[in-house]
């Protein structure tokens, strides 16, 4: 190769070089040919700002819409530390068949925490892996109300009129802890009006003109919950030993509608009025043990009024404690 040749291809060599680290620079500060991330990194760190309520997006400060909360509320309260493992039953037992996400609902759980036999933090830990989100108050005070006049076992039902406070839900259905589910309760968030509730079953009485605030369902007003907890201390909404049950009924006498027996299946019916509870089990939802609770290693089989119905609590029950490996920690209920 001549001299001329090698000088021109220099020439075109040159220009070439300069183009090409030109190149390199311009793809490097675009990003082009930075490492990439790993495939399970999120493609954005995301910042959480308290004050706006929002998400942002630090490479582009994206303004994102904050998380919704759920539109509806399933809730419960447990007021001592032995209601504790009902409740566990219970979640499990709507989760099981119920899609929390698909009905835009989340489960809370009103619980007191100071005072005798109160809720301990061993209980909260265990009812939250369950499912629950727990919501501590203190007890309500009312106006010239003796609480200790109030029968033990439901001293401190009245705590449950804390839920009409909460409006950050469009309804809540309130279930209590001692029971199990077995069915879907997406109707209950469609009832109409501000409150409903089943019929309350005696032993001598298969329909009552009442209705049993084991479950019910109803819309939340803080306007509403100021004048109940007024109410409480009016003696002809409140008599000195009664719970929650007679003061809704009472407050609520000429407002409320009925919800059909399946949503609150009252364990009585099965000693009491046996055709109507075999009648009805296949379409039952909510199965409530209101005179039979169970019991820790003091299991009712044949023989006693609630065998059946035991049996099956005790079945659900061992069920719950091998899903969540509690089987050496929890006693089984019967």
């Known amino acids: ?38 495939a399970w990194q999120p493609k954005y760190i995301r910042e959480w700002s308290p004050d706006a309520n929002i998400t942002l ?36 037992t709507l ?3 119920n ?21 301990t933090p061993q209980n909260i830990t265990r009812l939250e892996n369950v499912g629950w989100k727990i919501m501590v108050e203190h007890d309500l005070e009312f106006e010239n109300v003796d609480k200790n006049q109030i029968r033990p076992y439901h001293r401190y039902n009245l705590n449950k009129l804390y839920l009409w406070s909460y409006t950050q839900y469009e309804r809540i259905v309130f279930i ?29 009485i298969l329909t009552d003109t009442r209705f049993n605030s084991g479950v019910i369902t109803f819309r939340p007003s803080i306007e509403e919950f100021h004048t109940m907890v007024k109410s ?32 609150n299946y009252n364990i009585i019916m099965y000693q009491h009025h046996r055709s109507t509870w075999d009648k009805l089990w296949n379409e ?26 035991s049996e099956w609590y005790s079945m659900q029950c061992r069920e719950m404690l091998a899903f969540y490996g509690y089987e050496s920690d929890l006693p089984l209920l019967g």
């Open 1 to 38: 190769m001549t001299m001329a040749a090698r000088l021109q291809g220099k020439r075109l060599l040159l220009p070439g070089l300069a183009i090409f680290a030109i190149s390199i620079y311009v793809l490097s500060l675009l990003g082009y040919l930075s490492p990439k991330a790993p």
């Open 57 to 92: 997006e630090v490479d582009d400060f994206s303004r994102l819409p904050a998380r919704r909360s759920p539109r509806y509320a399933i809730s419960s309260s447990v007021m001592t530390s032995r209601f504790s493992q009902y409740a566990m039953m219970l979640a499990y």
């Open 95 to 97: 989760q099981k068949h």
């Open 99 to 119: 899609d929390l996400a698909a009905l835009d609902a989340e489960l809370i759980l009103l619980v007191r925490t100071e005072g005798k036999d109160a809720v």
């Open 176 to 204: 209590d802890a001692d029971t199990l589910c077995k069915g879907s309760i997406a109707e209950l968030f469609q009832q109409p009006g501000e409150i409903a509730g089943a019929p309350d079953v005696w032993w001598d």
């Open 232 to 263: 409480v201390s009016d003696p002809r909404m409140h008599k000195p030993n009664d719970a929650d049950q007679a003061f809704l009924n009472a407050y609520f006498k000429f407002r409320f509608h009925a919800l059909p027996y399946k949503y």
């Open 284 to 309: 039952a939802v909510i199965v409530h043990y209101t005179t039979k609770k169970p019991m820790p290693n003091k299991f009712c089989r044949k023989g006693c009024n609630e065998w059946e119905p």
